[in-house]
């Protein structure tokens, strides 16, 4: 495989190992809940492992903790850079998201995954990936590790601070 750069699908592969670390999903599971071919998931699992941030085992995978932090808290901004968009309805994310909004008192500018029929409006947050509101919506797991990585990718200074400590709790 020529192509060993990152891209946004190998991120929200890697974020689904890490919301279950203690399952050994198999890439036909992984890609079913993610709603992924079973090829993409294959191709994101092979970077991923070319890379150095997830090891192949003989009991199934293990996430190389401190590297995939490091990226995330350093890259991912740059390999998924995110844009606000208009007001739509969607999942809470970033710092609106339950997972880091007890740390932000007074925002009321709130930023969500957009998902037709999302339980909250807000300015839209350009997904990681395409698939990964509708996975997320699935798996309330999933969605705080992506809100958490969305604080990384718009988040001013303080935001990505909290985000970063947030992130420490699970890797």
Do not use: C
């Given at each position: 495989?020529?192509?060993?750069?990152?891209?946004?699908?190998?991120?929200?592969?890697?974020?689904?190992?890490?919301?279950?670390?203690?399952?050994?999903?198999?890439?036909?599971?992984?890609?079913?809940e993610l709603g992924m071919s079973k090829s993409s998931v294959a191709y994101?699992?092979?970077?991923?492992?070319?890379?150095?941030?997830?090891?192949?085992?003989?009991?199934?995978?293990?996430?190389?903790?401190?590297?995939?932090?490091?990226?995330?808290?350093?890259?991912?901004?740059?390999?998924?850079?995110?844009?606000?968009?208009?007001?739509?309805?969607?999942?809470?994310?970033?710092?609106?998201?339950?997972?880091?909004?007890?740390?932000?008192?007074?925002?009321?500018?709130?930023?969500?995954?957009?998902?037709?029929?999302?339980?909250?409006?807000?300015?839209?947050?350009s997904p990681l990936h395409p698939l990964a509101p509708k996975a997320a919506?699935?798996?309330?797991?999933?969605?705080?590790?992506?809100?958490?990585?969305?604080?990384?990718?718009?988040?001013?200074?303080?935001?990505?601070?909290?985000?970063?400590?947030?992130?420490?709790?699970?890797?």
């Amino acid at each position: 495989m020529d192509d060993m750069a990152l891209a946004p699908a190998d991120v929200l592969v890697a974020m689904k190992l890490v919301a279950h670390p203690d399952r050994a999903a198999s890439v036909r599971q992984l890609g079913d809940e993610l709603g992924m071919s079973k090829s993409s998931v294959a191709y994101s699992l092979r970077r991923l492992n070319a890379l150095g941030l997830v090891k192949e085992e003989s009991g199934g995978r293990r996430i190389n903790k401190l590297a995939l932090r490091d990226f995330l808290e350093n890259g991912v901004r740059w390999v998924a850079p995110a844009r606000l968009g208009d007001f739509e309805l969607g999942l809470p994310t970033a710092h609106t998201a339950d997972v880091l909004a007890r740390n932000f008192v007074g925002d009321a500018d709130p930023v969500v995954m957009p998902l037709a029929h999302g339980p909250v409006r807000g300015r839209a947050v350009s997904p990681l990936h395409p698939l990964a509101p509708k996975a997320a919506a699935q798996d309330e797991r999933l969605h705080r590790l992506l809100a958490v990585v969305d604080a990384l990718r718009i988040g001013r200074a303080r935001d990505r601070q909290v985000a970063a400590k947030e992130l420490r709790s699970w890797l």
